[in-house]
């Protein structure tokens, strides 16, 4: 459920999206995207969030990667980019991007 | 919906939750503490998404702040320990927090 990540520093790519419509083929094709991006090096883990359409149908996703090296390859991977063309005109009414460092992290969890 | 954040660099606190049952008095205190952190000097903007319960009930919420100083501010805020405290008795099963320097972020909207 969460990410299982080590420590600081590592990557995480924080993508926000609210969606059109039009689902089909989406659950699908992201859930191909995820096992593709689980066999690319550096890849550490993904969180993944959508809020129901009652509250507006925000999504947040949030992908782990050892190095920015890692995620600038799976940024330029073809099928990567042919789902993120498609993403563009079918299923992304909007969406926000945000490349950032983990500097530091916290866990906590009942009677841990 | 988005938050509307500046040009990077700027800090994002990644904060990623599993729920109790007890969801007493939850929503409103969230509410509340929301309404705080958006006093706070350096505090840029939140979203938030969480899974419906047939999915695991997963929360990502990402808060955005000028600097580390605005975030340690924060954290160190009497009302926000105060919920934070009881957020673990009461309301959280477990959680993640992750403190990162947003690098890069890049928009997209249909039509735009």
Same mark, same amino acid.
């Given at each position: 459920?969460?990410?299982?990540? !080590?420590? !600081? !520093?590592?990557?995480?790519?924080?993508?926000?999206?609210?969606?059109?419509?039009?689902?089909?083929?989406?659950?699908?094709?992201?859930?191909?995207?995820?096992?593709?991006?689980?066999?690319? !090096?550096?890849?550490?883990?993904?969180?993944?969030? #959508?809020?129901?359409?009652?509250?507006?149908?925000?999504?947040?996703?949030?992908?782990?990667?050892?190095?920015?090296?890692?995620?600038?390859?799976?940024?330029?991977?073809?099928?990567?980019?042919?789902?993120?063309?498609?993403? #563009?005109?079918?299923?992304?009414?909007?969406?926000?991007? #945000?490349?950032?460092?983990v500097e530091k992290?916290?866990?906590?969890?009942?009677?841990?």
């Open positions: 459920m969460f990410a299982q990540t !080590p420590e !600081p !520093p590592y990557y995480a790519v924080i993508f926000s999206t609210l969606l059109t419509e039009d689902y089909d083929g989406y659950v699908e094709t992201i859930d191909e995207m995820i096992a593709l991006a689980e066999q690319q !090096p550096g890849f550490l883990g993904i969180e993944r969030a #959508r809020n129901g359409k009652e509250q507006g149908g925000l999504g947040i996703s949030v992908s782990y990667w050892a190095s920015l090296d890692a995620i600038n390859v799976w940024r330029n991977n073809a099928d990567h980019m042919a789902v993120k063309g498609k993403g #563009r005109k079918k299923w992304y009414r909007a969406y926000r991007l #945000r490349i950032t460092k992290d916290g866990t906590w969890e009942v009677g841990g």
